[in-house]
C-alpha cells in the first residue's frame, strides 16, 4: 500500500479523525455565546462529532466535506437531528454573506491557511456571530529537534500569540482560548489509532514505512507533549 493508502485503512472508521473531544466541543461552544441565532456551519466536518454535539445542542447544521465517506457517516449517525449534510469544499462554500451564526472547524483550517480561512470565512457570519476554530501550534519557544523535524511538514504553524495577532488583524474579536487537555490527543484519536498499528498484519516494505511514519506521529506526542498543542479560538464578528 501505498501513504494514502494506509492512511485511510487506519483511519477508517476512528472514533474521530483527529484531536478532540465531545467535551472540547461543548466548552468551546458555551465561550461562542451569545450568539444571534442558530444557523451554524461545521466546516470539513469529518465523520461528524461536532456537528452532532452543535445539534443537540439546538443549533440547526449543515455539515459539509469533501470526502463522502465521512458524509455518509454522519448521515448514518445524525438521525432526526437538524443536521444538513453536503458536500462543498472549504475553499469555495456555496452560501450567501450573513447566512450562519457560528462557523465551526476544528483541526482543519490549516488545510485551506489559518489566514485565508480567517478572511474567506468572514463573509458568512452575520453580525455578531462566532466562529470557533481549533489549531495545533507551538507551546514553547525551544521544541525539541524532534518536534522541529516532524513539523517542517507544516511551514506556517505558529504559537497562539500570533494566531490572536492574525484573526485580530483579519477584524475578529478574540473572545477566548482554549488549550485542548492531553486526553483529548489520546481517548479517541491516538489510542485506537495505536491499536490499529500494533494490529496490522505481516506489511510489505512500502506498507510498513508508511505505518512507521504514522508511529512516529504518535511516539512524537507521547515523548514531546510540551512542544507543541491544540487550541481552541473563539472569536467574534462584529
Known sequence: MDDAEVFWTLHADLPREGVGSDATTRALLELARPLPGNRALDIA?????????????????????????????????????????????????????????????????????????LTAWRRLLAPGGALVFTEVGWTTTSPSAAARDFWTAYPAMRDEAATVAAAEAAGYEVLATHPLPESDWWDEYYTPLEARLDAWPAPDAQTAAALAANRAEVDLRRAHPGDYGYVGYVLRRW
Open 45 to 117: 466536518c469529518g465523520p461528524g462529532r461536532s456537528a452532532l454535539v452543535l445539534a443537540d445542542a439546538g443549533f440547526r447544521v449543515s455539515a459539509v466535506d469533501t470526502h463522502e465517506p465521512f458524509l455518509a457517516r454522519v448521515r448514518a449517525a445524525a438521525g432526526d437531528r437538524t443536521v444538513t449534510v453536503e458536500r462543498a469544499s472549504m475553499r469555495e462554500l456555496p452560501y450567501a454573506d450573513g447566512a450562519f451564526d457560528l462557523l465551526w472547524c476544528e483541526g482543519a483550517a490549516y488545510l485551506m491557511g489559518i489566514d485565508a480561512a
